[in-house]
């Protein structure tokens, strides 16, 4: 079983709207959890990374909230844009070594006009 | 350079060849991820540089999969022997901090027929 855990797996929204994404994980010990976006054929590219001490980050209309507590994280887009259509993938990192990280299967997002 | 490059974007090779793959990570990063990802699969770990510590090459799925890093920047993606499971395309990431991949490389697009 995966240990962090997406959903929805493929969300549609119109172009304007907001959406929320959300990521669980039963990832421990617990070091940072990162988001990405990965538009078709790209790399991934960071979005926001949390500590276990940070509740919230932002990255123009994207936010990133955490809660340790029940391991869950969501990424709430504003104002969508066409240019948002891509796969949003979770990353939780251990606090073992830089290298022990867990990937999500991520959330593919398709903005509409 | 501005990003992490790689080379080739783009690669068809017959089953049974050998096959390089080139990552350039960002000047000064001491961290190098390769990773690979199937059509419409999350990203799996590969192979992780730090520094001068010896690689952790516990992703790497075969003993037909190596990697090295040469003074500590460019890195080199070898696959003997490809097989048709091998299609993928194979990210390169850097880091200069802990706590995993900053940077993404566009990937290579590994075909083997």
């Known amino acids: 079983k995966n240990q962090v855990e997406q959903s929805p797996q493929s969300l549609i929204i119109l172009e304007g709207k907001n959406c929320t994404l959300q990521c669980n994980y039963t990832v421990s010990p617990f070091s940072n959890l990162r988001w990405y976006k990965q538009d078709t054929g790209r790399g991934p590219v960071s979005l926001t990374i949390?500590?276990?001490?940070?509740n919230t980050k932002s990255n123009g209309r994207y936010t990133a909230t955490l809660d340790a507590d029940t391991k869950q994280s969501s990424l709430h887009i504003t104002a969508s844009q066409l240019s948002d259509s891509a796969s949003y993938i979770c990353v939780v990192s251990l606090v073992r070594n830089n290298n022990d990280m867990r990937f999500g299967a991520g959330t593919r997002l398709t903005v509409k006009p | 350079g501005a990003g992490v490059s790689q080379s080739p974007s783009n690669k068809v090779t017959e089953k049974g060849k050998d096959v390089e793959l080139r990552c350039d990570p960002i000047?000064?990063?001491?961290?190098l991820y390769w990773y690979r990802q199937s059509l419409g699969q999350g990203l799996e770990f590969l192979i992780y540089f730090q520094g001068n510590s010896a690689p952790d090459k516990s992703g790497l799925p075969s003993d037909r999969f190596s990697a090295e890093r040469t003074g500590g920047s460019v890195s080199t993606l070898t696959i003997q022997r490809t097989q048709q499971e091998d299609s993928a395309v194979y990210l390169c990431?850097?880091?200069?901090?802990?706590?995993?991949?900053?940077?993404f490389g566009p990937g290579t697009r590994l075909t083997v027929l």
């Open positions: 000047s000064g990063h001491t961290a």
């Open positions: 990431a850097s880091s200069s901090i802990g706590g995993g991949p900053s940077f």
């Open positions: 949390m500590t276990f001490s940070e």
